[in-house]
């Protein structure tokens, strides 16, 4: 069934609710009968209507989960790349590269989004304030993921890369069609009542969170949607034929991106 584009559901119950109400009186009418057999046109409409509304908005959840981390990991990426390399041509490899002189020089210093991306909207302010850490490429990769995350708006408290870090750890291991289950997006949702059964705390380490996290990876290693031998897997997979099919049928958008790995 196909559902017109000017499918309204309100109205559509409207009529409904008219037909039901001029026979509920047990009339015979014959005006009234003949409205009956679009009662059940209608109803059938709204069945339909309301399927539609369960999927996207499925799709749309995981379209909020997956373009939350796959944004986390073209961050990561590019930042990885300019931190290697010598070039100094890009916005991105000025960048780092002052990020660089900044923690070579245990200097103070202040990067303004519009020294380097002038046209940005809304300009913003990060300060760098020297630290000590024993691998210095690491500092550079954190300090300028950092200060990218600020200027872009990025999501960056320590609640929000937990979430991306539950995420990334699950499709690693499984079918993205996973995201389609609602325990997934409760996990996303509410990640320390669902998964660490705990009280999310601000306070809370970076090394106690990374600590809890390699738990849970190891503990999902072991789970069945993460053995591809196991029935569990494999329904999943299939899932994933079942959803592209029905993203065909009512041309929508087929891609499902990648995740890759490293959040931290």
């Not at 003949?34 to 046109?41: E, G, L, M, T, V």
């Amino acid at each position: 069934m196909v559902l017109p584009p000017d499918f309204d559901p309100q109205r559509t119950q409207l009529a409904c609710s008219r037909i039901l109400w001029l026979t509920s009186n047990s009339s015979t009418a014959m005006n009234n009968v003949y409205d009956i057999p679009k009662f059940w046109i209608n109803l059938d409409g709204l069945r339909h209507s309301s399927n539609l509304n369960a999927m996207e908005s499925c799709i749309t959840r995981v379209y909020c989960m997956q373009g939350a981390l796959n944004f986390h990991h073209w961050l990561v990426n590019i930042v990885q790349r300019v931190v290697e390399s010598p070039s100094r041509h890009t916005w991105i490899e000025k960048l780092a590269w002052d990020v660089q002189i900044a923690i070579d020089g245990k200097q103070t210093t202040t990067f303004n989004s519009a020294d380097y991306l002038p046209n940005l909207k809304f300009h913003r302010e990060y300060t760098y304030h020297p630290s000590f850490r024993y691998d210095q490429m690491e500092l550079v990769f954190s300090t300028v993921s950092s200060i990218v995350r600020l200027w872009l708006r990025f999501p960056s408290d320590k609640y929000s890369l937990i979430q991306l870090s539950l995420l990334d750890i699950i499709m690693s291991k499984s079918p993205s069609s996973i995201l389609f289950l609602d325990k997934i997006w409760e996990m996303y949702t509410m990640p320390f009542s669902t998964v660490f059964n705990s009280i999310w705390n601000p306070r809370t380490s970076k090394a106690s969170i990374n600590q809890s996290l390699a738990e849970f990876q190891e503990q999902y290693l072991s789970h069945p949607f993460a053995d591809t031998a196991s029935l569990e897997h494999q329904k999943l997979e299939y899932l994933s034929e079942l959803i592209l099919e029905w993203l065909r049928k009512n041309d929508l958008e087929t891609d499902m991106p990648m995740a890759v790995s490293r959040i931290w």
